[in-house]
Structure formats: C-alpha cells, structure tokens
T-cell receptor, first 113, second 111 residues
C-alpha cells in the first residue's frame, strides 16, 4: 500500500513568511507524529496526534509553530513568521495504535532565507 | 528522561565484510521498544529492525541483526555481507510514545 507522503518536498521561504507543510499518513494509522531534523542531527519530536486529538505538543519550539489534524487523517504543520533557525527537514511519521513502529514520509526540507 | 547515545559518528566497512554499530540508552522502564532506522542522502527514514524489550531473542532481518543487552542497556546493530547500498546514516531510537533518537552513525562502504 501507499506509504506516508509529504508535500512540498522542498520549500524556500523568506524570513517572516508563513509556511504550511502537509502530511498524508498511511491509511488506517491513528497515530501521527511530526519531527524536526537539523542538519547533521537526529530527528527531534515536535508533536503527536491520536486521530484528531493533539495529545502532545511539548516539542513545538515556539508559539509560531502550530499543527492540526482536523479529520484524523491529513495533518498540516504551520510555521508563522519563519526565522532562519527554522531551516530544517520536517519529518512526518504515522503508526497503528501505540506502541508500534512509526513509518516515515520523505520529509520537507525548509530553507528560510 | 530517556536518552539514546551513539558514540560512533562515522564508521567504515569493506564491501562484503561485517560491521557493528553501537547504541546505548537510558531508561527506568521495563518494557519498551528499540529501533534502528537508516537514512540515505534522500533523507527518507527507513526502518531497519525493531526489538521489543520483553523478548530475550535478538531480532534479525536478513543481513541485519541486533545484540540486545537489556541489563547493560545496549542495542548494537550488526550488518553482515555489507553492500554499497548500505551506505547511509543509521539512527538508533527508543520508543517512549514519541521516538527519541541518537545522534546517528554515518556508515560508508568501500568497494
């Protein structure tokens, strides 16, 4: 079956712009995660959804970061007023009910100029 | 808090040889999951192998196997008969609801 998909794959934004990153999880996966991966580092947790409920947003670095999953399927990570330090790869992962293996999408590489 | 440590930033192996990547972790839990993921230059994070802590038997997947030492909190990955396509960044990860990743080991394979 289809894996996790993310769009866009690449995004260049000017500092101060808002961006929206989309994640389509594997069909039937109730859990969805967002991670941020800086260059040369391991991914770091941002937020977690179970169906449409955002159960953990402890990793969001500032109130400029916002995520939603209104119908319990597709999720959007929004970053307002982007800063250069937001430049990273944003990875989305989905899994069956926890605890279980997380399957990752190809990521969105965000570059803020 | 749980932590994951990969002490080898880079490793190199000759094609067809065997290499072992190290990982240690810290947790107070008794039941948990551990993973190795592979990340090639495309940045797609690919599952290599998974281990449930309650299982004493080490997980294996074709040429990939783990040495899981629960008491020592050690979880190393062995790659046998290394192939050029194995070259990638390898991450060890602990599942605590969210995944907690190590810093990664970059593996190069020499022909």
């Amino acid at each position: 079956g289809a894996g996790v998909s993310q769009s866009p794959r690449y995004k260049v934004a000017k500092r101060g712009q808002d961006v929206a990153l989309r994640c389509d999880p594997i069909s039937g996966h109730v859990s969805l995660f967002w991670y941020q991966q800086a260059l040369g580092q391991g991914p770091e947790f941002l937020t977690y959804f179970q169906n449409e409920a955002q159960l953990d947003k402890s990793g969001l670095p500032s109130d400029r970061f916002f995520a939603e999953r209104p119908e319990g399927s597709v999720s959007t990570l929004k970053i307002q007023r982007t800063q250069q330090e937001d430049s990273a790869v944003y990875l989305c992962a989905s899994s069956p009910p926890m605890p279980d293996t997380q399957y990752f999408g190809p990521g969105t590489r965000l570059t803020v100029l | 808090a749980q932590t994951v440590t990969q002490s080898q930033p880079e490793m190199s192996v000759q094609e067809a040889e065997t290499v072992t990547l190290s990982c240690t972790y810290d947790t107070s839990e008794s039941d948990y999951y551990l993973f190795w993921y592979k990340q090639p230059p495309s940045r797609q994070m690919i599952l290599v192998i998974r281990q449930e802590a309650y299982k004493q038997q080490n997980a294996t997947e074709n040429r990939f196997s783990v040495n899981f030492q629960k008491a020592a909190k050690s979880f190393s990955l062995k790659i046998s008969d290394s192939q050029l396509g194995d070259a990638a960044m390898y991450f060890c990860a602990y599942l605590a609801g969210k995944l907690i990743f190590g810093q990664g080991t970059e593996l190069s394979v020499k022909p």
